[in-house]
C-alpha cells in the first residue's frame, strides 16, 4: 500500500486549529504516529535532521563580510539553537565590536563561545 504523505499532512493542517476538540485531537495522534512509524520504518527517524545546516557554509567571501562586520555590533535571535548558536561562533572570525544573542531559552545544548564581545539576554521577541 502505497503511502500519500500529502494526504497525511493537508489532513494535519485542516485538524491542528481545532486540537482543543477531542475527536481532533485523537486523529492527529493517531496520523502524527502513521507519520512516526512510517519514517521510522524508512531508517528517517535515525538522522541528524540538523546535520545539513552544521554542515553549510558562508558564501561570501571573507573579505568583504569582514568589512562589513568588523567592528560592528551584531544582534543574533534565537542565538542559543542550533543554527543560531552557530552563527554566533561564526561571527567571532569577523571581529565584531559586540554580539548580542536574544534567546527565551536558557537551558541549550548548544554552545557559544565564552567571549568578551558575546553578551546573552534571555527574553522573547515575540
Not at 545546516?53 to 539553537?81: D, M
Amino acid at each position: 500500500m502505497e503511502t500519500n504523505y500529502d494526504d497525511i499532512y493537508r489532513r494535519i493542517w485542516e485538524l491542528a486549529p481545532n486540537v482543543g476538540d477531542g475527536k481532533a485531537y485523537k486523529e492527529l495522534n493517531s496520523l502524527t504516529k502513521q507519520l512516526i512509524n512510517i519514517f521510522d520504518e524508512q531508517g528517517r527517524l535515525n538522522d541528524d535532521p540538523f546535520a545539513s545546516t552544521r554542515e553549510r557554509t558562508l558564501s561570501e567571501p571573507f573579505e568583504k563580510l569582514y568589512a562589513i562586520l568588523r567592528s560592528s555590533v551584531c544582534l543574533v535571535t534565537g542565538g542559543l539553537g542550533c543554527v543560531g548558536s552557530t552563527l554566533a561562533n561564526e561571527l567571532l572570525k569577523f571581529d565584531p565590536k559586540q554580539i548580542i544573542i536574544i534567546d527565551r531559552n536558557k537551558n541549550s545544548k548548544y554552545t557559544v563561545h565564552q567571549h568578551p564581545c558575546i553578551t546573552i539576554v534571555h527574553g522573547d521577541i515575540r
